[in-house]
């Protein structure tokens, strides 16, 4: 038996890994996210369905700060979202696809070659359940690859699981990856041709930073005048 003082130790310890194991991001990217919203007074912010919290933090920062200073400083953010608002991962298709995730097999990259994209489409996991249908909770693996086929084609998933629907598991992961292929293989060559020209690539970035910069610190001027900073 657990006498009181073991159980208080051990619900101590639980909490100290709990905090231990704690990612900083969890505090700071949506600090940093709502920084670059207000810096920049945004009015639409593309978002993925993860990010709509840290999006109300900043949309609360505006509330307050405006109510605070008596202004409208800041315009009140709206989030812009896709159709296909969630990717999930190639091999765990209840978890977010990430590129931070350690198994390069979870993700497309724009770097993957055709035969690279292939492979990992066809060890996607689905399910043994005849015919395509959209159903994201009892077949994740199949309406994940159904959601990456409707973001490329313009269309939806369920009206993707419609065209689809006679097909088999394997005839869908070809239809999928052929999509992928045809989408990203454009985007890839140019990629590669740009960075063959890295001085063209700093030069853009140069200039870009250079306009962000001058929005910024317009913006920054008016926010320092109104909570009273001189200037």
């Known amino acids: ?29 949506p600090v940093l996210m709502a920084a670059d919203i207000l810096l920049y007074r945004a009015t639409h912010v593309p978002v993925g369905e993860d990010q709509i919290q840290h999006l109300e933090f900043a949309r609360d920062l505006i509330v307050h700060f405006n109510k605070t200073y008596k202004t409208k400083m800041f315009p009140m953010p709206t989030a812009l979202l896709t159709e296909s608002r969630r990717i999930m991962s190639l091999k765990d298709p209840l978890r977010k696809m990430s590129k931070s995730d350690p198994n390069e097999q979870s993700r497309i990259t724009l770097a993957d070659t055709d035969d690279q994209i292939v492979r990992k489409i066809r060890k996607a996991p689905t399910d043994a359940i005849r015919g395509i249908t959209f159903d994201p909770e009892s077949r994740p693996g199949v309406s994940n690859l159904l959601t990456i086929y409707a973001a490329l084609c313009s269309t939806s998933p369920a009206a993707a699981a419609d065209k689809m629907s006679s097909l088999t598991n394997a005839q869908l992961k070809d239809t999928v990856a052929e999509a ?25 970035l140069r200039s870009n930073e250079n306009k962000a910069r001058a929005v910024a610190e317009e913006n920054w001027i008016s926010i320092a005048k109104c909570i009273g900073l001189s200037y």
């Not at 619900?11 to 704690?22: E, F, I, Q």
């Not at 992928?180 to 960075?195: A, C, F, G, W």
């Open 1 to 29: 038996d657990i006498m009181p003082d073991q159980t208080t130790e051990t619900s101590l310890n639980v909490r100290s890994a709990a905090v231990h194991n704690l990612l900083t991001g969890l505090f700071t990217y």
């Open 180 to 204: 992928i292929v045809n989408s990203l293989s454009p985007i890839r060559k140019q990629m590669h041709r740009l960075l063959e020209d890295r001085g063209h690539i700093e030069s853009i």
